[in-house]
């Protein structure tokens, strides 16, 4: 079936890079999405990558996919204190639509 | 231009009442999605709607949940008689073509006494 796995918990240093992985079972996936939310909030769209690319980049942000290995990560260049949230991971279903599969979410939080 | 509004924001119910979930998409999107948060984790599919029509309700408990979209107005989960476990955030998200991203309101967080 469809699942989603990420690591529950990452810390850094503000102005490190943060890496969020995210592995994925639906190799149909036409999209893949990075969703951030903070505390009491809805889900801030940050990202998605079509399934034929390898990488975008948009700003501080940078998207790997690796299709074979069914891997895809989140790239935050020079992390700061708002990036502190969860980050969710999704992949869109096969059925012809886009139901999105959620990961259970990245807690990053960055510190001084 | 407004994104997807969710109403309440927050909704307290006794156990027995209903509860019921408004969600406005975006301007110009029809295609309707809504997912349920239970604390500490992910978000879990419950229902995608198009104007009038019911796609796919795989995701919806079999008794007591039901969604609509009418051709008028906003997007209604309904809760019937209400259980403590229906306790979640219930977020709505709306595209405006089937492939295309997802955007999500706020949510309703609703408690159950």
């Known amino acids: 079936g469809e699942d989603v796995e990420q690591s529950l918990f990452l810390s850094v240093r503000e102005g490190d890079s943060s890496v969020i992985n995210c592995t994925y079972t639906?190799?149909?996936?036409?999209?893949l999405y990075w969703y951030k939310q903070e505390p009491g909030a809805g889900l801030q769209l940050l990202t998605y990558?079509?399934?034929?690319?390898d990488m975008k980049q948009d700003q501080r942000l940078t998207v790997l996919l690796n299709k074979k290995d069914k891997h895809l990560s989140l790239r935050i260049a020079d992390t700061q204190t708002g990036d502190s949230a969860i980050y969710f991971c999704?992949?869109?279903?096969?059925?012809?639509?886009?139901?999105?599969?959620f990961g259970a979410g990245t807690r990053l939080a960055v510190h001084p | 231009n407004a994104g997807v509004m969710q109403n309440p924001r927050h909704l307290v119910r006794r156990r027995g009442q209903e509860a019921r979930l408004r969600c406005s998409p975006m301007?110009?999107?029809?295609?309707v999605y809504w997912y349920r948060q239970l604390p500490e984790e992910g978000l879990k599919f419950m229902v995608y709607?198009?104007?009038?029509?019911?796609?796919?309700e795989s995701g919806m408990p079999k008794e007591r949940f039901s969604a609509e979209f009418p051709k008028e107005g906003p997007s209604i989960l309904r809760i019937q008689q209400v259980v403590r476990g229906d306790s979640a955030a219930y977020f709505c998200?709306?595209?405006?073509?089937?492939?295309?991203?997802?955007?999500f309101g706020d949510g309703t967080r609703l408690s159950i006494l």
């Open positions: 998200a709306s595209s405006l073509q089937l492939d295309q991203p997802q955007h």
């Open positions: 639906d190799s149909s996936s036409t999209y």
């Open positions: 990558i079509f399934s034929n690319m």
């Open positions: 999704a992949e869109s279903s096969t059925g012809g639509y886009n139901k999105l599969i």
């Open positions: 301007k110009g999107h029809s295609h």
């Open positions: 709607l198009q104007k009038e029509n019911i796609i796919d």
